[in-house]
């Protein structure tokens, strides 16, 4: 079936420690999305890819990196410099290109916790 | 940027009965308007979604209601059922891939 696949379900992250959250999907779609979920807040956007090889900053880039080599994946690394990490992280894929906005798909999440 | 907010943050409905769950939105350039229900531990899906030149789509018993004047859409749940249970978010975007959502809806429905 296609969809996209978050991995791992949940991942602990120490001090000064950077972590790396997997995101791949088969529904080749051309962009991708990283969200990060707190409690009772809504989703806000981390990066995203509108193609291969190109990001951009979304409204809390700081702390975290990605990239884009392939169209199927989207890694996002949480790096030491991100003081907060303990979330819920989202990632999400839409068709590009297109004359009007398309949905977003979403994939299952990964939650990161400090040790 | 865009602004949305959503109301109520917690919902508590008897099965069977209707819910509402409100959005507003502050740019009227924004022309597309998803809602999302997420349950625990699992990412949000599209259950919904209505464009600018639409004023009500239904589908079943979910459907949204958009007034572009008032710049708010609200979805409209019937015949509730537990499984209905869930977070729900809305959206708005006005394209270029940027999508803002509400801080979502905990909808309860009681057998």
């Known amino acids: ?115 | 940027g865009e602004n949305v907010e959503q109301h109520p943050s917690t919902l508590s409905v008897q099965e069977g009965d209707s819910a509402v769950i409100k959005c507003t939105y502050s740019d009227s350039a924004s022309n597309y308007f998803p809602w999302y229900k997420q349950e625990l531990g699992k990412g949000p899906q599209l259950i919904i979604d209505i464009r600018s030149n639409v004023g009500e789509k239904k589908d079943q018993r979910i459907a949204v209601t958009l007034n572009k004047t008032a710049k708010h859409f609200s979805l409209h749940i019937t015949e509730t059922q537990p499984e209905d249970s869930a977070v729900y978010f809305c959206a708005a975007s006005k394209g270029f891939n940027k999508f803002y959502f509400g801080s979502g809806t905990k909808l309860n429905v009681k057998p």
Request: aromatic fraction near 12%.
């Open chain 1, 1 to 115: 079936d296609g969809g996209i696949t978050q991995s791992p379900k949940y991942l602990f992250r120490k001090e000064g420690q950077n972590v790396t959250l997997s995101c791949e999907q088969n529904l080749n779609h051309d962009a991708m999305y990283w969200y990060r979920q707190d409690p009772g807040q809504g989703l806000r956007l981390i990066y995203y890819s509108q193609i291969v090889n190109d990001f951009q900053k979304g409204d809390i880039a700081e702390g975290y990196s990605v990239s884009r080599e392939k169209k199927e994946s989207f890694p996002l690394t949480v790096t030491s410099a991100q003081k907060n990490p303990t979330a819920f992280y989202l990632c999400a894929s839409s068709m590009g290109g297109q004359t009007h906005v398309q949905p977003q798909h979403f994939g299952d999440g990964t939650r990161l916790s400090i040790l």
